[in-house]
């Protein structure tokens, strides 16, 4: 009886103190709550389910056999997930808030277009729109961290009002561009476009590498270096990092021009990856940028957590087109994400435990002597 | 002359639902608590308001389903918003996660609900919103109106809006002489969640005819740099709310004028945003916001 209790303390306590397994449970019951919704309006959640299954095992729906084009778009999906959730990640580690990644990834996806478009094509055109889409995201959160650190702007506030400016000023860029139109622009050159691997049916693309990079470069950086060590510092006790001779001020802008060059590939990679044979001419937001902050809260802005998180809302985005066949609204799931998000906040909630269950041990421990 | 008459009814339409969101989120923050969430309990409200006065306006209700629609969609955007004032308060959570999960939150809810109730990615059509008076004014100018002035007299005449602001300021201070923090503060997020609301639904029924995820589209964030830019006071943030009202009406207003038509409609878009920037960067360094707005209160630390 007693080692029972014993052996379940240790649960509980071990389970506190692993940020892996609250992000777990929390996803958990995001959809345990998605799954009540679903019924409350009395439709069947095993559909939702199925179309969740499908989209990760690549299981057609119609006739029984294998579809791995839903493989392929999964992981297509996942690319701008995970990047926009290290543009969060990396900011976050160094105790900013980076509700700007929308805004980045416009920025790239606009840098990489213009280049695209305006350039003669030549063979390798692909790497240069890169480049320019990292550098224009960089430069559209580096702005921010330079706002942060020397004149104290709130980064919520700028860089959402970045977000905006970011969608006007793409669609002013985009409408100059040749062929425009409403909606699209002339037909991107084939030297821009990403080569497609492994599920040819399927937008899966090189990107995806170039993503796996970003998770190896992200986890490098954070944890292996002396750089990395600095932003941590700063993210823990900016005053603490400052007495120890850390230029914080440097931390601040430099890790919000890297948090934005994630977001600006993420940008590029959509649009010279995805399923677009035309540029684009937005006229609203992807929401990338801002549920890339969800993937990266829900993976505890690590990079494996992140890439992860990442995975399972490119499985949510592709199972979106298969839950509408099965006559579930695919709103779903960004009621799902959104209450991820919301378990998330409220698992601050768990300090207050673990905080009522040290005093309690104290408690005991005085009460024994 | 004329012309500039004219155009006061557009602007007022348009400000009239900023203002209202932003006057809630300046209380919220006075109180002690950041509400990022505002767009997403806007976007509450105006679907709530939008599917109401469809079905009342079927029953036959007319105007005074479009009044009541308003309230049910502000009364539906406090409860959600109930959400984030447990988040932030008991919880002590980071306002700007909880913030952010409510925003996302919505943005499923509410197209959830039309998928439900309509079969589509969209609310029915109405036929009549609300309608203007004699001199072109929309009710909601006046709920406007009616809600700066009540936000400033309670702010600033009454001690329940001194207990409020002593909250945002110093909780510490106002709980040693025995105003309740916890309580003060739930009113302050649950007043923010009823005005966005509000304001949601006076921004669906006198703009458009329907709900869509473009409704709100960035507004509730337009109202929380008001907040900002109008330096969490009254008077400030109803010059604010004008400055960006206006500014996004200019889009509207543009195509009266030869020499505006030709720019491009962005560079209105853009307006009200490098406006805020702008502002920002230059009252830095000046402290205008309430002490403790976004600390959680923690009453067992010193």
Partial sequence: MKRNDLNRTSFIDWFLGNDGAISFAVVILGFIFGTIIVLLVGKNPINMYKSLLYSMIGRARSNGGWNFRYIGETLNYSIPFVLCGFAMAFAYRVGLFNVGGEGQYIMGMTAAQTVAL?????????????????????????????????????????????????????????????????????????????????????????????????????????????????????????????????????????????????????????????AYPKGRIIVSMDNYGFNGMAVAL?????????????????????????????DIPKEITYIIQGLIVVFIALRAGLQLVREYRAKRIVASKVASV | MNMILSMIPTILMIVSPILITAIGGMICERSGVVNIALEGLMAIGACTAASCHYFLELAGWGQAGAWLSLLIGAIVATLFSTIHAVAAIDLKADQTISGTGLNLLSDGVTIFAAQILFRADRTKEFRVGMLSDRIGLYPTAYIALAVVLVAWYVLYKTPFGMHLRACGEH????????????????????????????????????????????????????????????????????????????????????????????????????????????????????????????????????
């Fill in chain 1, 118 to 274: 305006l350039l003669p094509p030549f063979p390798g055109q692909w790497v240069v729109c890169l480049l320019a889409a990292i550098m224009a995201g960089a430069i559209w959160g580096g702005i921010v961290g330079l706002l942060k650190a020397r004149f104290k702007v709130s980064e919520v506030v700028a860089t959402i009002m970045l977000n905006y400016i970011a969608l006007y000023l793409s669609r002013l860029i985009c409408l100059q561009h040749p062929g425009a139109t409403t909606y699209n622009t002339a037909a991107l050159p084939a030297t821009s476009k990403l080569a497609k691997f492994l599920i040819p049916s399927s937008n899966l693309n090189i990107g995806f590498f170039f993503m796996l990079a970003a998770v190896f470069i992200y986890w490098f950086v954070m944890e292996k270096t002396k750089a990395g060590f600095a932003f941590r510092a700063t993210g823990y006790n900016q005053d603490a990092a400052r007495c120890s001779g850390i230029p914080v001020v440097r931390s601040i802008s430099v890790s919000m021009a890297v948090a934005g060059a994630f977001a600006g590939l993420a940008g590029a990679l959509v649009l010279l990856g995805g």
């Fill in chain 1, 298 to 326: 829900v993976g505890n802005c690590r990079a494996i957590g992140t890439l992860l998180a990442g995975l399972l809302f490119g499985v949510m985005k592709q199972s979106q087109s298969l839950m509408q066949d099965m």
């Fill in chain 2, 171 to 302: 909780p510490a201070a106002a709980d040693s002489v025995g105003i309740n923090v916890r309580v003060i503060r739930y009113a302050g997020v649950l007043t923010s969640g009823f005005l966005a609301g509000l304001a949601g639904g006076c921004c669906v029924l006198t703009q458009t005819i329907q709900y869509t995820s473009n409704t709100i589209n960035g507004r509730g964030f337009i109202a929380l740099a008001a907040v900002a830019f109008g330096r969490w006071t009254p008077l400030g943030v109803t010059g604010a709310a004008f400055l960006f009202g206006a500014a996004q009406a200019m889009s509207v207003i543009a195509t009266n004028f030869a020499f505006l038509k030709r720019l491009p409609s962005e560079i209105f878009n853009i307006l009200p945003y490098a406006v805020t920037l702008i502002a920002l960067i230059a009252f830095s360094g000046r402290e205008f916001a309430p002490r403790s707005s976004g600390k959680p209160y923690d009453k067992g630390a010193s």
